[in-house]
């Protein structure tokens, strides 16, 4: 602090003797080093007063004491610094704990796509932020069954990404893929409406496909409806399902629905981050998506979603607003 | 964190209206002059005293501040204790938290009352009242 006090008062000296710009400048050089070594506000303007005392010693008592005035008010200024320094501290741990949650999550969640003889599938599914509110799920039996839950979490951040662990570890218990829609949401509504409070929903679409018998059953808790090509009648099919969101009331029916596949069918199930892409003027998202399925119609189901992706943040100029999930199905 | 040895006798004063808060500083205040605190030093003991003195007021309606001077091995201080029969404190660890006191970001509070002292010491219980103790070395 002596040292500091003898510094300032020659730095403050020399520009009382010229007030030039050079001075000014080593100055704010010097409070860098008086902020870095905590030195407080109130702290300052003591230095000063000595200072102007040792430089002017027939200073009139008037003036010592308005700073003595300076220093009594600068006691709350000095508090507000270092609380917020405090605070930056703070935020920078919670940066961190962040950053080992994401990882966490996004190692809970990895999802492998199953390799089937008789179908092929494909998936893309990009968070927009750090933690992904989507999450795909799939299931398989030893070549009789693969199925898919195509997950998103209503809400955002962190209680989102715990909500998601709570629906993989709900479709975890249910083991088998063999097991019908309308059971595995009704099942996953009763557990997500009990332990998730009331601000959080999830929605999800489910479909199981018997793989010998080429049928797909499908239902939904209030997901963006999945989208059907049947390739004989070269036409597309909205698979619409009202069923509610999960979480929102207990013991909610939910209704199944059956498609068989042919060749060259395909089955496109997105989130509503897929769809979202409205400043585009009159396009109608579904139909623009339905219009590229068909484009990359002879290309692998991966192939398939990652060129879905790729056109589409071109399209939007690299600002998609939602995390991004394709899945598809092709026969 | 707390101790040391009484030299002198307390001084006593009784938190009732605003105007006391004023009566706490000033003893306060030339209490730190007398042991040899400097100005800034001062500074702070009174606004750490006036906040605690506040609290009473604004919290426990009435109670006292007793301040002292204390000695160690080649060390001297002061040390400010507040007493009140208040509803007392529900959740010190939350009070202790920055950025949670009503005045919100503006650094006071009791987390800026520990950051002004040297030592600081609760002991509340809900429905009894409240003492705090704050001690600051030269
Ligand atoms: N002596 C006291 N008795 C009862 N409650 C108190 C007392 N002192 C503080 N509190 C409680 O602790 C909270 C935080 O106090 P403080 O940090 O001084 O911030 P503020 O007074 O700005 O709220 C107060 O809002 C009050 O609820
Ligand atoms: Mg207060």
């Known amino acids: 602090m002596k040292e500091l006090q003898i510094q300032y008062k020659k730095i403050l000296a020399d520009y009382l003797k010229n007030q030039t710009e050079r001075n000014l400048y080593i100055g704010q050089n010097f409070i860098r080093q008086l902020i870095q070594k905590k030195v407080t506000p109130e702290e300052v303007i003591s230095i000063h007063k000595h200072a102007v005392e040792q430089i002017y010693p027939d200073i009139t008592s008037e003036i010592l004491n308005s700073f003595d005035f300076l220093i009594e008010i600068m006691v709350h200024f000095g508090l507000t610094v270092q609380e917020h320094q405090s605070l930056l501290v703070q935020q920078e741990e919670l940066r961190i704990e962040m950053n080992v949650a994401t990882k966490i999550q996004s190692m809970l969640l990895k999802t492998a796509i199953p390799k089937v003889n008789e179908l092929d599938i494909g998936m893309v599914s990009i968070p927009i932020r750090k933690m992904n509110g989507d999450y795909v799920h799939f299931l398989n039996d030893e070549q009789h069954y693969v199925s898919v839950a195509v997950t998103d979490v209503v809400g955002k951040g962190v209680p989102a990404a715990l909500c998601m662990s709570m629906v993989k570890y709900g479709l975890d218990t249910l083991e088998y893929a063999n097991n ?18 009331d601000s959080m929903f999830v929605s999800m679409f489910y479909g199981t496909y018997d793989i010998k018998g080429n049928i797909f059953t499908y239902g939904s808790a209030g997901h963006e409806p999945a989208i059907y090509y049947n390739s004989r009648d070269q036409k597309f099919y909205d698979l619409e399902s009202r069923g509610l969101l999960l979480g929102v009331m207990s013991e909610v029916k939910y209704r199944q629905y059956k498609i068989h596949l042919e060749e ?33 119609i002879n290309l692998s189901a991966q192939e398939m979603c990652e060129r879905m992706y790729a056109y ?20 | 964190m707390v101790g040391g040895i009484i030299l002198n006798s307390k001084s006593t004063v009784e938190i009732i209206t605003e105007w006391d808060i004023v009566v706490a500083r000033q003893l306060g205040r030339n209490e730190a002059k007398i042991i040899g605190f400097g100005t800034v030093e001062q500074a702070r003991i009174t606004t750490a005293i006036s906040e605690l003195a506040r609290n009473i007021y604004l919290y426990a309606s009435a109670g006292e501040i007793v301040i002292e001077r204390i000695e160690e091995v080649e060390k001297y201080g002061i040390r400010i204790t507040a007493i009140d029969k208040g509803p007392g404190i529900d959740n010190v660890r939350k009070v202790m938290e920055d950025g949670y006191s009503t005045s919100g970001g503006l650094g006071a509070g009791l987390p800026g ?10 002991q509340t219980t809900v429905g009894k009242g409240t003492i705090i103790k704050i001690e600051k070395w030269i």
Do not use: H, W
Request: hydrophobic content about 40%; proline content about 2%.
């Open chain 1, 180 to 197: 019908n829609p309308s059971y595995v949401l009704e099942v996953l509504n009763r557990i997500i409406e009990k332990s998730v409070d």
């Open chain 1, 264 to 296: 060259n069918d395909f089955i496109l199930m997105i989130t509503d981050g897929v769809t979202d892409f409205r400043k585009q003027g009159d396009l109608d998202p579904r139909n623009v998506i339905k219009e590229l399925a068909l484009n990359y």
């Open chain 2, 113 to 122: 009352v520990k950051r002004l002292m040297d030592g600081m010491e609760i």
């Open chain 1, 312 to 331: 589409l943040k071109d399209l939007t100029d690299f600002n998609l607003e939602d995390d991004f999930t394709v899945v598809i199905f092709k026969k």
